[in-house]
């Protein structure tokens, strides 16, 4: 999401999404309030099938079981991209 002035919302984490959701609905900008959550939601979403494909992950140890989560990644990546 870019403004008008050029500036826009980091997508890595979800950490500085919480405060501005609070902004947006106390300003009635329920728009971008929603945009937030929709950053937060699907950074629960992505946590969540990464649990599920692989839940018994080993810190710095690429396993098999990783496959399918990099190809469910890289799926959602180009979709996006297609989409931009």
């Known amino acids: 999401l870019v403004t008008t ?8 984490g979800f950490a500085g999404a ?3 959701i609070a902004i947006h609905v106390a300003e009635g900008d329920g728009f971008s309030a ?9 950074y629960f979403f992505g946590a969540f099938v990464s649990g599920y494909l692989t839940p ?6 690429i396993q098999p079981s990783y496959g399918p989560t ?3 990644g890289g799926i959602f990546m180009l979709t996006s991209s297609v989409l931009a």
């Open 56 to 61: 018994r992950a080993t810190p710095f140890r």
């Open 18 to 20: 919480f405060t501005p």
């Open 34 to 42: 929603r945009v937030e959550l929709g950053i937060i939601l699907c």
């Open 70 to 72: 990099f190809l469910i």
């Open 5 to 12: 002035n050029g500036t826009g919302r980091t997508v890595a």
